[in-house]
Every structure is written in structure tokens, then in C-alpha cells.
């Protein structure tokens, strides 16, 4: 059912997908993600998602028009593992529980990866990734140093809190490539303690 | 030609290679690599491999069996930028020439991203990445550590040497993913200044 009561203007951008429902759209994101866990962003095809998802090439074009549009939703609908009430007292604790929750997110986990390529050459991929996970994650670091500067863990102005998020992705990431094994919680508190909590206690 | 002076048992794993010429096998190569930096692993084809080489899909079958075998191929035989006499005097001196070897690299960099996602999946991948790129650089960056404690820029036994690979993989995959842009001279200065030398100088 195509609503009336809006001004066209508003209508107009979403005007095309109003004819699926809801569960029917859930269901689609779903065939998406897993169909992008399976073969990688590159190697999806619109004609796998429809077969998966018992729908059609014509209908995933008429309501997203592109597969990177259609990558982009199914992400933003599927939001991963929630971040609130992380606080544990401790900067490692902090730091543990985060890699736990998304170390159990583990679909999230592997469309990250999936998508993490791809979107340095797809802005609408890019934007969607910053929206759904980086942005979020981010400001959890954030708040999470704060808190920690605040108990005197680490110095208030550590030069190397600008590069928390980076030296934190490079043990996600270099445990897999250097390692051939996963960031278990034993690694990351020994990356934590040996390698992230003295650059953070030095004020430079 | 077939050679046929050696013994069977040597000769037979490569004998199916024998009818290309090594400018040829070069050039099928180059066109591996083009085509992976291009689409990605997940969506390179064979057929894309042979139209762009002007070869054909059945020839690319009977000299290397698989796609994976024949990127792990033009990897191996692509030699990526060369480590050396990489010795600048300090450990910030020769992270730099590193990371501006490799940058320059750039197609290097672009087949290591385009590759590393799906090396996870892949063993024969994986092996040719650890063989081509990964293993020479740990090697180099273990001899800069060992450099830089003789020198006592660090310390010998420093708990975070270990993690250093790690620390300068999330510089330069973070610096794309969270900031948007490429890991340049300066941005690298200052991560090894402020994160890396200070975690490496920490005795534990």
C-alpha cells in the first residue's frame, strides 16, 4: 500500500519499497548476509540472493537498484552485537568484553571481513559500514578511554589514544594473517597488557 | 619441449607446464594480477584471465589446475619490493623506508588486500601470501628490532616485540578504514612515535 497522507516530496524516496513488508524484507537482508558470508562481496550475485530468498533479479533491482544499495540496507537493518552498559571497571576488562561480544557476533564478524575490502572502492558500502559498525565502535573506544584516563589507568592525554582503534584492529586482524589462529581472549589480553596499555601510560 | 633427461618422478609435477614460454607464463601472470586488482579475488574469472592474456580457459586449466593455484602462481612469481639492505640507523628510520618501499609498491598492496580476505578461506592462498609477502617482512622487522635493542633504542626483551607485526598492520589497514585515507610518511611517523616506540620501550 503506497500512503497518501505525506507530501510527495517525503513519499517520493521510499515510495518503491512499500510494497514489501516487513518480514518479507528481514527475510531478504537475511539471504543477503548469508549469501555474502558465503561467497565474499565481489563474487554476489543479485541472482543468488533472489534464489535464496525465493524472490526475483527484477524485484531486488525495482526496490534497490544496485547491489552495493542492497549490501548497504541489509547491514544497516542487521545492526550487530550491542555496545551499551560496557563498563567493567578496568580498561582491559573494557577491552575484553568488547572483543567477547564481538567475538560471539560471529556473522558480524564475517560480513565485516566480507565487506571490509569492498568498501574501499564503494562509497555507499563505505558509508554503511562507518554507520552500522566503525562509527559506534568508535565512540565506545572513546568513552571507554575517558573512563579509564579518569581512573588513572592511563594518562589523560596520551598521544597514543588517537591510534587505540588502530593498534586494536591490527591484533583482530594480524592474529588471523600472522598467526593463522583467531583473537582469543587469552591473545587479546596479553596484546592489551604487553602492547596497548604502555603506549596509552606514555605521555610523550 | 618436454625435458626428458630427468627422472620421471621429478620431472612429472611441472612437465604440464613445459609448452609456455617463460615471457608467455610472464605475461599470463601480469594478467593475473591486473585482473585481481581490478575485481577482487572473489569475482575473478578464468575467462577474464584468458580474454585479457588472449588466452583460452583451457589452457589456464591444464597449466594450473585451479584459480587459486594459479594467483598463488603469479604471486610467487611476481617478487614484490625488495628488503634490501633496508638499515637507516633507527628503528623510526627503517619503518619508514619499509613503509615506503611497500607504498610505492603499489600494485603489491593492492594484490595483498585484494588477496588477504579470501586467504583465510583459501590454504594454497594463504601459503603463497606467507611465502611471497608475509614472511620476508617478519623476518625484516625482526632484524630492525634486533637492530634497535643493540642500539638501545628499545629494550631487549620488550614484551611488545612480538606484537609489533600487528601494531603496524593496524596503522596501515586503520588509517583506511577509520580515517579514509591512505597511510602516509607523516601518519606513520607519528604512530611509531607515539604508540609503537613507547609500547616496545615498556619492560613489562
Known amino acids: 500500500m503506497v500512503p497518501t497522507s505525506k507530501p510527495e516530496a517525503e513519499v517520493a524516496p521510499r515510495a518503491r519499497r512499500t510494497r514489501l513488508t516487513p518480514e518479507r524484507e528481514a527475510e531478504l537482508y537475511a539471504a543477503v548476509l548469508a549469501e555474502l558470508v558465503e561467497s565474499g562481496y565481489d563474487a554476489l550475485t543479485m541472482e543468488a540472493v533472489a534464489a535464496r530468498a525465493r524472490s526475483s533479479k527484477a524485484t531486488l533491482y525495482r526496490q534497490w537498484g544496485s547491489k552495493s544499495r542492497l549490501v548497504a540496507e541489509a547491514m544497516r537493518h542487521n545492526r550487530p552485537f550491542s555496545l551499551d552498559g560496557l563498563d567493567t571497571g578496568s580498561l ?12 560471539r557476533a560471529k556473522q558480524d564478524h564475517e560480513v565485516f571481513r566480507a565487506v ?3 568498501a574501499h572502492r564503494d562509497p555507499e558500502l563505505g558509508a554503511a ?7 559506534p565502535v568508535m565512540d565506545t573506544l572513546r568513552e571507554m578511554l575517558e573512563r579509564a584516563a579518569a581512573r588513572g589507568e592511563i594518562v589523560a592525554d596520551a598521544p597514543a589514544a588517537a591510534y587505540f582503534p588502530h593498534m586494536l584492529l591490527g591484533a583482530m586482524f594480524g592474529r588471523k594473517l600472522f598467526d593463522r589462529c583467531e583473537p582469543d581472549p587469552e591473545f ?6 604487553d602492547a596497548v596499555l604502555p603506549a596509552l601510560r606514555h605521555r610523550g
Chains 1, 2 share one sequence.
Not at 587479546?188 to 597488557?193: C, G, M, N, S
Open 188 to 193: 587479546l589480553r596479553r596484546y592489551v597488557d
Open 116 to 118: 571490509a575490502a569492498a
Open 129 to 135: 559500514l562507518q554507520e552500522v559498525t566503525i562509527g
Open 92 to 103: 582491559a576488562g573494557d577491552i575484553h568484553e568488547l572483543a567477547g561480544r564481538m567475538g
